[in-house]
């Protein structure tokens, strides 16, 4: 067995539901459409985007030895719901915060890899570092960007994290997958505020993720007629997929929604409180937004009043 498969049966010891290897090279396409999505202001008030857009191109700016990059997915797909009446929470942010869990896992698969594999220094990152994290995912083979913008796994679909690790040891590299998106725009069909202007293109300022989790503020007017009932991001686009129809339970423990979130009905939500937010959101995605922001959600969708 070759070093490169003998990492991706570690990743699974791991934890991880797929792991893909590409080397550290460049991504000029990329830095070239990052630079015009930026020009037509698609990223909001996330200035953030417009630095270090250098690293982000070349992986190799941000870890000079980087030789290879190791890209592993999470399945974080739940087949449990809401009730239907109720604010909703994308998904993604049902469990705890999964940048720890990621990196976490990474730590140990570095581990395995120094002791079983050969002796070789990593750095690990899931969304902490300027880096093309779906493109080089697509590039290690785990799938193909689809129209809606996200990671399409053919196995797993689009309900995933992706994390990764450079290290400065060459490997057997995997080939990218052609696009099997074809004729279907489901997801351009489902989005409700439009974010998604044509196939492979966001406005992440008009999205609801952006508006209800990265805007400071509360969601624009032009937008709120299609908030409907989101309080924290949004999965529209993500549940139409047809390749999601395969998507299976996670097994992930700290993924695992509670009954006291899950059970929770309008009248909870109603008396929603900060330490009901403490309690119910520790270590969530959640905290991102902050109780204020959820606050003042609440009080637009009209199920608490702020006064
Ligand atoms: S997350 Fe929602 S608002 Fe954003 S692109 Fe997808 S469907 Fe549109
Ligand atoms: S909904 Fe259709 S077009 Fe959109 S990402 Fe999925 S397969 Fe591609």
């Not at 002796?119 to 690990?124: I, K, Q, S, V, Y």
């Given at each position: 067995m070759n070093d490169s498969l003998k990492i991706k049966e570690l990743a699974k010891a791991c934890g991880f539901d797929a792991c893909g290897i590409t080397s550290a090279e460049c991504l000029p396409k990329d830095s070239h459409y990052l630079q015009q999505w930026l020009n037509n202001?698609?990223?909001?008030?996330?200035?953030?985007?417009?630095?270090?857009?250098?690293?982000?191109?070349?992986?190799?700016?941000?870890?000079?030895?980087?030789?290879?990059?190791?890209?592993v997915l999470l399945n974080y797909y739940s087949k449990l719901q809401q009730q239907p009446d109720v604010p909703q929470i994308a998904k993604y942010a049902w469990g705890k915060d999964y940048h720890f869990i990621i990196k976490e896992k990474l730590k140990e698969l570095l581990s395995l890899i120094q002791s079983e594999?050969?002796?070789?220094?990593?750095?690990?990152?899931?969304?902490?570092?300027?880096?093309?994290?779906?493109?080089?995912?697509?590039?290690?083979?785990?799938?193909?960007?689809?129209?809606?913008?996200?990671?399409?796994?053919p196995n797993l679909g689009s309900y995933c994290f992706i994390g990764e690790l450079l290290l400065d040891i060459e490997l057997e590299y995997d080939q990218p997958i052609e696009s099997k998106c074809n004729n279907c725009e489901a997801c351009l069909n489902a989005c409700p505020t439009k974010a998604l202007l044509k196939p492979f293109s966001l406005n992440a300022s008009k999205c609801l993720s952006y508006q209800t989790i990265e805007l400071k503020s509360d969601i624009e007017k032009d937008i709120l007629p299609y908030s409907g009932l989101k309080l924290f991001g949004c999965d529209n686009c993500i549940e139409v997929c047809p390749w999601n129809k395969k998507a299976i339970q996670n097994n992930t423990t700290q993924l695992q929604p509670t009954i006291d979130f899950l059970s929770m009905t309008k009248k909870d939500w109603e008396n929603f409180s900060r330490s009901d937010f403490k309690r119910l959101f520790k270590n969530s995605p959640l905290q991102r937004a902050g109780y204020k922001k959820l606050r003042n959600r609440l009080n637009q969708m009209g199920f608490i009043s702020n006064r």
């Open positions: 202001r698609f990223n909001g008030d996330m200035a953030y985007m417009e630095n270090h857009k250098e690293k982000r191109a070349n992986p190799k700016l941000l870890i000079p030895e980087a030789k290879s990059i190791v890209v594999v050969k002796p070789c220094n990593g750095t690990a990152f899931c969304d902490s570092a300027p880096l093309f994290e779906r493109r080089l995912a697509e590039r290690a083979g785990l799938g193909w960007i689809g129209k809606s913008t996200m990671l399409i796994n």
